[in-house]
């Protein structure tokens, strides 16, 4: 692969370029962007600073515009990293003259807008899509052009690359109308907000790589594309002119808050920063968090503030008490309102993590009565345990004490407001070490992983942990995961909280597999005859349900055979057709038959459809590993394996799985004429419970299932149950484990409300299938990203019944996130108060490449 002009050494980790050209093998790029250091495939435009917006600090650009090359044609482009995602407005670009002349372009609360008023609405558009992710980037271009024939064309949004189509509002300016952006003289233009306006009308959150073009209505693509390595919608630098109006500004030269503001596009057409903050500290709105990875060439050490990518903040999603202030773009939060469980006033930050070397800093403003920071128990988080029966969290407390799980014992020096706090912590050892003002307690040594205090091992934990549990006199905490130099040196080998720091998953993102190379969802029409249709893998195991209009769930593997199918919402035996289901499968597609099937619909004339397709090996293998001998194709990257087998009706007889690791779902279904139940082992439950794939019922308790025995890393273990283990019955199984970036199984309590429970999976899913164990009569949930390409994710298909695709109310259902999925509704189906959840998750993108949904 050719790069002209540079040249990258093979020491991935400290490049170095020269001016000569070179011809790179795959090998060699694939290496490179495994190591976040190929400047072409991967970042063609590494971004270097972002700009800061506090409304509480009155933080916005302005600047004067001169005559417009054409003030009714431009397009404006920004990357966002949004903070308050509750209610209000959020205004990314306005424009004030007076109450009858003015236009802002904002997230009114979630939803994205244009809203210009000329003595009366003259443009009103509001999507339907809302925009409540605050872990990760959008990419947002707004397009203005109404000498367009078409009106509904005259206004156009993008994000992330995709046109939103869907509006609640949609009132376009007249042909030929005149914009109140773009105008010469009389009121400013401002960026961040509408008349200089603070906290209820500004924005909040982090802006970079904004541009403007005077006279053209552009596409994305002049400032975005799609990495073929990832699949994610990256930015690219602008090409073309600008007109006389045009700017581009990046917010990349932090000398003064002066140049701040510099247009890099030729045309000087600065911008005023007003009330934004250079000085070194908390108060910096200079920052690192970009949408790009980068490594810093040169640079010897992660002292915050060079490593350039997503970082961690406070998430808004994930906090256990009510009330509580969170500004200065969600790194500082001051407690507030009634607490919660696993302690009062708890804020989590958007990283979750269980391996490899880590540092952050929390610095104590204000009063502080009771303040803790450390870790957290995600499993405590994400289920609203109390701390007398959880464990974690593992905290250093404002009273000098180290708390390990729920008991605390004397540990260094007690710290107050004006204090940092620094957390070191190796999750590959289990170690964590606190440091006051740069002096570590307990005469701790990090690098050396001496004097380290140990935690638990074999859990997931949350960092960024803070607490204050007083409901008076409470303390801020500042946070900085890095994105800002820190205040104190970190120790040697130790990572700021960046997603360019984030490793590598099994699966391969970035490199040359993508998590739709192993779980793949597709929409397609029926045609009643026959028709192939692209799924983009192999697909061993494929899922179809028709969406609008009842019909069986019909479920078709390559080691069965294609030619049988199977219904999750029904007890029947196994059906075989050759020619009206599936009817061959290769290597990227399926092909369909003529749809007159006994039982379930494939391919109607005219009927829409939802096909979730899985790879396994695309072979298989005899596995006696057990005490029954299975047939098993198995993808052990992707921890999926379809196994078949006859049952011995022995009570703890064992099959081989194929994996290599335990599963953490495995859904047995008998298959011959004496059928049965759709038996679920998830190992959130445990292996003393089941339940039933095709039916409505709680958790059922009973040892005849599985014996009472967990799934080994070889093994699942058999009751002697019809349903799993008759003398002469036949089986399949399908058994999932976790993979960290791509696949998610675990559980989560139900709060009751529409801002609901938040579950991080550490990717952005796909699909999510959810089922509430401890109340009868609620449905399994699924939900997927084909069928809800933007949040909220409200349509919702049932596996244990044949209906038709539902809906929730608009704004509800469940938000798919860059990092995880938030229950935004308060019924028993997905998050009722006292209810506990079931779920299996599989990956669009991993966090370290996922945009904001």
Not at 294 to 315: E, K, L, Q, S
Not at 531 to 544: A, K, N, R
Request: aromatic share 14%; glycine share 12%; proline share 4%.
């Amino acid at each position: 692969m050719d790069y002209p002009g540079k040249v990258i050494t093979k020491n991935q980790v400290t490049p170095t370029q020269t001016s000569a050209s070179g011809n790179w093998t795959l090998d060699d790029q694939a290496a490179a962007i495994k190591n976040n250091n190929w400047p072409v495939a991967l970042v063609p435009n590494p971004i270097s600073k972002s700009l800061r917006f506090n409304p509480a600090d009155t933080a916005y650009l302005s600047r004067s515009f001169g005559t417009p090359t054409n003030n009714k044609k431009w397009t404006l482009s920004g990357w966002i990293k949004r903070a308050d995602v509750s209610s209000g407005y959020n205004t990314l670009f306005g424009r004030y003259a007076d109450a009858n002349n003015f236009i802002r372009i904002d997230f009114l609360s979630q939803n994205l807008r244009m809203y210009q008023y000329k003595s009366a609405n003259d443009v009103l558009l509001a999507s339907t899509a809302v925009f409540r992710d605050s872990s990760a980037w959008y990419h947002i271009v707004v397009v203005y052009d109404s000498d367009n024939a078409t009106a509904s064309n005259r206004v156009l949004f993008y994000v992330n690359g995709t046109q939103i189509t869907s509006f609640s509002s949609s009132t376009y300016p007249s042909s030929g109308s005149s914009s109140i952006w773009n105008v010469s003289g009389g009121a400013t233009h401002q960026i961040g907000t509408l008349n200089g306006n603070g906290v209820g009308d500004a924005y909040a959150g982090v802006m970079t790589e904004v541009y403007m073009i005077d006279g053209q209505a552009l596409t994305p693509s002049s400032f975005g594309m799609t990495n073929p390595q990832t699949g994610q919608w990256i930015p690219i630098k602008y090409s073309g002119t600008y007109g006389a109006n045009g700017f581009y500004v990046n917010f990349k030269d932090a000398t003064s808050t002066t140049t701040l503001g510099y247009d890099y596009s030729g045309n000087a057409n600065n911008w005023t920063a007003n009330n934004f903050s250079v000085t070194a500290g908390a108060g910096n709105d200079s920052l690192t968090d970009v949408p790009t990875p980068w490594i810093a060439y040169n640079t010897t050490g992660d002292v915050g503030g060079v490593i350039r990518g997503n970082y961690a903040t406070f998430n808004p999603l994930l906090y256990t008490g009510s009330g509580g202030t969170k500004t200065d773009g969600n790194l500082q939060f001051a407690a507030g309102g009634t607490g919660g469980p696993p302690f009062n006033y708890s804020i989590y930050s958007t990283f979750t993590l269980n391996t490899g070397k880590w540092y952050w800093e929390m610095a104590i403003s204000g009063a502080s009565s009771q303040p803790f920071v450390g870790l957290f128990n995600t499993a405590v988080a994400f289920s609203g345990g109390s701390t007398a029966s959880i464990s974690g969290p593992v905290v250093y407390g404002y009273d000098g004490n180290y708390y390990n799980e729920t008991s605390g014992v004397a540990f260094g020096s007690t710290y107050t407001a004006g204090d940092v706090i620094g957390i070191a912590v190796d999750f590959d050892n289990n170690l964590i070490w606190f440091s006051k003002n740069g002096t570590f307690q307990n005469s701790g040594v990090p690098a050396s992983g001496t004097n380290g205090k140990s935690f638990g091992s074999g859990k997931t934990w949350g960092v960024g942990y803070v607490e204050s549990g007083s409901s008076v006199n409470r303390a801020t905490f500042v946070a900085n995961f890095g994105q800002r130099p820190f205040a104190y040196t970190p120790p040697t080998g130790f990572r700021s909280l960046c997603t360019t720091n984030l490793p590598a998953t099994a699966i391969g993102f970035g490199l040359t597999n993508q998590g739709d190379d192993y779980f793949n969802p597709v929409l397609y029409t029926g045609n009643g005859t026959s028709q192939t249709i692209s799924t983009g893998l192999q697909p061993d195991f494929i899922w179809i349900k028709r969406i609008n209009g009842a019909a069986a769930h019909t479920l078709t593997d390559s080691v069965r055979g294609i030619s049988k199918q199977l219904f999750s919402n029904l007890t029947d035996a196994e059906q075989t057709d050759a020619d009206s289901g599936v009817t061959a499968i290769s290597s990227s597609s399926i092909t369909l038959g003529d749809n007159n099937l006994a039982v379930g619909s494939v391919n109607g004339s005219g009927s829409t459809y939802v096909a979730w397709n899985w790879k396994a090996s695309g072979s298989t293998v005899s596995n006696t590993s057990g005490t029954i001998t299975s047939t098993v194709s198995a993808n052990t990257t992707a921890g999926f394996s379809i196994v078949t087998y006859t049952g011995n009706g022995t009570n703890g007889a064992t099959v081989g799985h194929g994996l290599g690791v335990a599963p953490s779902w495995v859904i047995v279904k008998r298959r011959g004429a004496s059928a049965g139940n759709w038996t679920v082992y998830s190992s959130a439950l445990g292996a003393t419970k089941y339940l039933y794939l095709n039916a409505d019922s709680a958790e059922g308790t009973a040892s005849v299932f599985w014996n009472n025995t967990a799934p080994t890393s070889t093994l699942v273990t058999l009751g002697d149950d019809g349903y799993v283990n008759a003398n002469t019955g036949t089986y399949v199984a399908y058994c999932f484990a976790a993979v960290a970036g791509y696949s998610a199984f675990g559980s989560y309590a139900g709060n009751g409300s529409a801002n609901g429970t938040f579950v991080y999976t550490g990717f952005r899913p796909e699909f999510v299938m959810i089922k509430t164990t401890n109340y009868a009569g609620y449905y399994w949930n699924i939900h997927d990203a084909a069928r809800n390409p933007y949040n909220s994710s409200n349509l919702v298909l049932y596996p244990n019944v044949s209906n038709a695709e539902d809906v929730y109310s608009a704004g509800s259902g469940l938000d798919i996130l860059s990092n995880g999925f938030k229950l935004r509704d308060a019924g028993g189906g997905l998050n009722g108060s006292g209810f506990n959840y079931i779920y299996m998750a599989f990956a669009e993108s991993p966090f370290q490449f996922a945009n904001a949904r």
